[in-house]
């Protein structure tokens, strides 16, 4: 995630602020100019909801979320005819509203939901909805008493996953050093894609050299790892328990765990961390790779402030008494999937 100011004070905002803390402006994020710019209400009678930015010329309407719900803090151009923004029109049902406590699920679903659709925009990443593309768009549903899931570019959550104290229950009861709600995003994200970007291309047979034959009966490797639990050995090949399932399973936490790495990257970089520890022969960092403002970073150079990142990442959270915040070690075998992973994506961003 890029650092944002305020444009109107040059307050620092988080990627989630709808208000300036400081001078008390309306804020909303522009996918179109990729940043969140201060408005000014600028209502006339045939558009109540006008809005504009320090870009006069473009006006803006808050998004249907933004302005009847609160759960969304994203803004569309005004002649656009769509009510909802890029990110909104992307969920096809919401929970129910009629029921207490799903308003707040909900938005904490749509704050999830807004990080991973800024990542993959960053990318170049196709983002068509399913209106838009009924046969290859991406649509996202948000159901009670549901297996989290995807099928056929449908991304199903169980709201519940957006309840802290549900979650970290099932993170104890499945015995998961890490599971968050944008975890789940990224995870099922990295089905849809693999639809995209592997199936029927020409990286399928790569893709099965590196990860296994996706063809396997998946049924069957469910049942046997809720049986069975991973095999023996698991982390010399895997990025987590559950990826030594099946090679799509496989697939998806890699590709959730190259987006954790590319958002912590961009983050990192925007702030200007660098490590230099007196110490020579400890982990150092003097420049940190920015790999969605510069697309010339090679995998290599992200990899080792990776490594340097979560070190130090984790002996500030054992810190603040907390568990790490990066719960894996990387095998040589993991990082060559997240290669493939990385390849993959450049492959198809545009210039």
Same mark, same amino acid.
């Given at each position: 995630m890029k650092v944002f100011h305020c444009d109107h004070c040059g307050q620092l905002l988080f990627f989630e602020n709808s208000v300036c803390v400081r001078c008390g402006r309306a804020l909303a994020y522009v996918l179109e100019r990729r940043d969140l710019a201060s408005l000014d209400f600028a209502p006339t009678d045939a558009a109540p909801n006008r809005w504009l930015s320090r870009f006069p010329d473009e006006p803006l309407r808050l998004c249907e979320n933004y302005s009847r719900y609160n759960v969304c803090n994203w803004a569309v151009p005004f002649d656009d005819p769509n009510a909802l923004c890029r990110a909104c029109r992307l969920t096809r049902t919401i929970p129910n509203l009629s029921r207490t406590g799903n308003d707040r699920l909900w938005y904490k679903l749509e704050v999830a939901k807004r990080r991973l659709i800024y990542t993959l925009d960053q990318l170049g990443l196709p983002l068509e909805s399913k209106h838009e593309a009924p046969d290859t768009g991406l649509t996202f549903e948000f159901l009670e008493d549901v297996l989290t899931g995807h099928a056929e570019g449908v991304i199903t959550v169980n709201i519940a996953e957006a309840d802290d104290a549900v979650r970290v229950k099932r993170r104890s009861e499945l015995n998961e050093p890490y599971r968050t709600l944008l975890g789940h995003f990224r995870h099922e994200s990295g089905h849809f894609y693999w639809d995209r970007l592997v199936k029927d291309t020409d990286r399928l047979e790569a893709f099965r050299a590196r990860f296994g034959d996706e063809r396997t009966d998946y049924a069957a490797a469910l049942s046997r790892n809720y049986s069975e639990g991973a095999p023996p050995g698991w982390q010399d090949h895997y990025?987590?328990? @559950? &990826?030594?399932? !099946?090679? =799509?399973?496989? =697939? &998806?936490? #890699? =590709?959730? !765990? @190259?987006? !954790?790495? *590319?958002? #912590?990257?961009? #983050?990192?970089? &925007?702030?200007? *961390? /660098? *490590?230099?520890?007196?110490?020579?022969?400890?982990?150092?960092? #003097?420049?940190?790779?920015?790999?969605? &403002?510069? /697309?010339?970073? /090679?995998?290599?150079?992200?990899?080792d402030s990776w490594t340097t990142i979560t070190y130090v990442l984790d002996n500030l959270n054992r810190g603040l008494g907390n568990d790490d915040a990066y719960p894996f070690v990387l095998s040589a075998t993991t990082v060559a999937k997240l290669r493939f992973v990385h390849e993959t994506i450049t492959a198809h961003a545009p210039p």
């Open positions: 990025v987590s328990a @559950y &990826a030594a399932m !099946h090679p =799509w399973e496989d =697939w &998806a936490e #890699t =590709w959730a !765990h @190259y987006l !954790h790495m *590319i958002d #912590t990257l961009e #983050t990192a970089a &925007a702030c200007g *961390i /660098s *490590i230099a520890p007196p110490r020579k022969d400890e982990p150092t960092v #003097t420049d940190v790779p920015n790999p969605v &403002a510069d /697309s010339d970073v /090679s995998f290599d150079a992200m990899m």
